[in-house]
């Protein structure tokens, strides 16, 4: 997944972060005793390089950068996804805000990818964004190279809306596909999940 170098400042997207618990997982914001294990999972070039912001190599400086930029909450909202019982860090998730509005991102370390992680950390935040915001549409969009992501995106009911250009700070100007899920949709994929 991939998200947006570019982020304002409008309040209108503003969430507080609660802890959000799934099945598997346990989403909270990141702290101090997640260094180690960021840095072992976001110090993998596969991973950065379907990201804009991440950069590789990724070490200890890296870590407490971006932990202090999660406490600005200049970006949205960002979570530390742990598996539940365990507190094992396995990757991040967020919402943030940017030109074309609130957009979805993630990514999960290497050693945890195809177990679905991804996908119940996105189900959750759609949710967020909807119940505690007034925006009309989510937005989210992945690397054209990231079908795995892709997949993510159309299970959480996500529709195609183009192909852009991203600057990744690993990949340079790479091309991405965009999606766009708005509420009316968002609100029959939940009541289509009940019955």
């Known amino acids: 997944m991939v998200a ?4 304002t400042d409008d309040e209108s997207y503003a969430i507080d972060c609660p802890v959000l618990v799934t099945e598997r ?3 909270r914001a990141p702290c101090e005793g997640d260094v180690a294990q960021l840095v072992e999972l976001a110090d993998n070039r596969h991973v950065a390089e379907m990201l804009a912001r991440m950069p590789h190599p990724y070490g200890e400086a890296e870590a407490r950068a971006f932990l ?3 406490k600005s909450r200049r970006a949205g909202i960002v979570y530390a996804l742990t598996l539940a019982g365990t507190d094992t860090f396995v990757g991040c998730a ?5 030109d074309r509005g609130l957009e979805l991102g993630y990514w999960i370390g290497e050693p945890c990818w195809k177990r679905g992680y991804a996908t119940e950390a996105a189900h959750a935040l759609v949710d967020l964004a909807f119940q505690k915001t007034s925006i009309q549409v989510l937005h989210a969009s992945t690397r054209v190279i990231n079908p795995a992501s892709r997949r993510v995106i159309h299970k959480c009911g996500f529709q195609y809306a183009g192909q852009g250009m991203l600057n990744s700070i690993v990949a340079g100007q790479v091309p991405v596909e965009r ?3 708005d509420r009316k949709t968002w609100i029959s994929l ?3 999940v009940h019955f």
């Open 4 to 7: 947006e170098a570019e982020d």
């Open 25 to 27: 997982l346990v989403m």
């Open 68 to 70: 202090a930029m999660t």
């Open 94 to 98: 967020g919402l943030n805000t940017t």
């Open 179 to 181: 999606y766009r899920l």
């Open 190 to 192: 939940r009541n289509w």
